[in-house]
């Protein structure tokens, strides 16, 4: 399977605890997009990389949020210091060259207790 | 701050039935893509849309992208059960790269 692979696909924490989140991209996509995503809503950007480079963060992802593409291929998300209000499935997508259309993990689901 | 609404949010219907989505906004996009989404996994890309009044059929699926590149529509004939789901719309900015997505019309088709 080629596809945007994102581990674990579930995550549950104690308030307060650190997580940290892969996605491995398709292999020759430059792009690696971040999103989250709650119950009812569509998927909220979080951040995007092109190669190792982190081009855009949204004003969503506070200082206890971390992603990094150290080599312009898997990406990691940390969260630190986890709180309930980060339940919610994060969300790794993939794309090439001046494409908007991205392709999508399945996601990795956070529960915070 | 460019956003896309969607509706209807929710729509139940039996299967056979002819439905349209809506995906509209005030600003301008580059794109248009539409998604769906079912429980538990990731957003799969139904189709781009990229110039202005562009129509696109995917079998029972139609897209359309208005004239002036705000707003787009989904139409499905002839539902089933099968395309039960949450349509998402996601617009590619005019601007960088990053893509906003709508809350999405979650569907269900009863057999």
């Known amino acids: 399977d080629t596809g945007v692979s994102q581990n674990p696909r579930h995550k549950i924490t104690k308030r307060g605890q650190n997580v940290t989140f892969r996605c491995d991209p398709i292999?020759?996509?430059?792009?690696l997009y971040w999103y989250r995503q709650t119950l009812g809503q569509g998927p909220e950007f979080l951040t995007y990389?092109?190669?190792?480079?982190?081009?855009?963060k949204s004003r969503l992802l506070s200082d206890r949020f971390s992603a990094e593409r150290p080599k312009g291929s898997f990406s990691t998300l940390e969260i630190q210091r986890t709180e309930q209000g980060d339940s919610a499935m994060y969300l790794c997508?993939?794309?090439?060259?001046?494409?908007?259309?991205?392709?999508f993990g399945q996601g990795t689901r956070l529960t915070v207790v | 701050t460019q956003l896309l609404e969607q509706s209807p949010q929710f729509l139940s219907i039996q299967e056979g039935e002819n439905l349209t989505v809506y995906c509209n906004s005030s600003?301008?996009?580059?794109?248009l893509q539409w998604y769906r989404q079912e429980p538990g996994e990731g957003p799969v890309l139904l189709v781009t849309?990229?110039?202005?009044?562009e129509v696109k059929k995917l079998k029972r699926l139609t897209f359309q992208f208005g004239d002036a590149r705000k707003d787009s529509s989904l139409h499905i004939t002839a539902a089933q059960p099968g395309d039960t789901g949450l349509y998402l719309c996601?617009?590619?900015?005019?601007?960088?790269?990053?893509?906003?997505f709508g809350a999405g019309t979650r569907l269900f088709v009863k057999a």
């Open positions: 292999s020759e996509h430059n792009r």
């Open positions: 996601a617009g590619g900015g005019t601007g960088g790269f990053k893509t906003i």
């Open positions: 600003s301008v996009f580059s794109s």
């Open positions: 997508a993939s794309t090439w060259g001046g494409r908007t259309e991205a392709f």
């Open positions: 849309v990229v110039t202005g009044g």
């Open positions: 990389f092109q190669n190792e480079a982190q081009l855009e």
